[in-house]
């Protein structure tokens, strides 16, 4: 199975979790042929499933993530795809801003995604233009890395899991 990585990351954060989700299907027997920028996937005709990934900013992906999901409709729902958000910053369980991304429930149902899953981000003020930083002090964002890589190596488990399970059952 060849599984594409397509992730959509402003300061490489969420980049850098696709990219652990790409070590997790590779370890588990999985050949991850693509983790790429969205903006560089033009076609998904060499791909057997999609995990697509966006950072999470005021609570809603990055434009370029939604814009794939829709230019790439008809594919996606003819394959398994998977979702993740990363962005919100802080312990799990007290994420600001806190829930699911607003476009995720149309984006499922856009894409046929089997599943979805929200990780905390990383946020460091050194790499953010004036006016996030500004939106960053106003919610009282904190500054650190909050990203739970074993978290994310149970989610490529998962979805490890379902695409062997049903390859081999076909």
Do not use: N
């Not at 790409?22 to 050949?31: F, I, N, P, Y």
């Not at 434009?63 to 996606?76: I, M, P, W």
């Amino acid at each position: 199975m060849r599984v594409l990585l397509a992730v959509a990351s402003r300061h490489h954060g969420t980049h850098e979790i696709a990219q652990a989700i790409a070590t997790g299907l590779v370890t588990r027997g999985l050949e991850v042929a693509d983790a790429l920028p969205v903006e560089q996937v033009t076609t998904l005709d060499r791909y057997d499933a999609v995990v697509l990934g966006s950072a999470v900013y005021s609570g809603r992906w990055l434009g370029e993530a939604r814009r794939f999901a829709q230019v790439h409709t008809s594919s996606l729902c003819m394959m398994p795809v998977w979702l993740f958000s990363s962005g919100p910053v802080g312990p799990i369980d007290h994420l600001i801003p806190p829930g699911t991304p607003a476009d995720v429930p149309v984006l499922i149902r856009l894409t046929g995604a089997i599943g979805h899953r929200t990780f905390a981000g990383r946020l460091d003020r050194r790499h953010l233009h004036f006016a996030e930083r500004a939106i960053v002090r106003k919610i009282h964002a904190p500054e650190g890395d909050s990203r739970d890589w074993d978290a994310v190596d149970r989610f490529a488990g998962q979805v490890a899991d379902e695409l062997l399970r049903t390859h081999l059952a076909a």
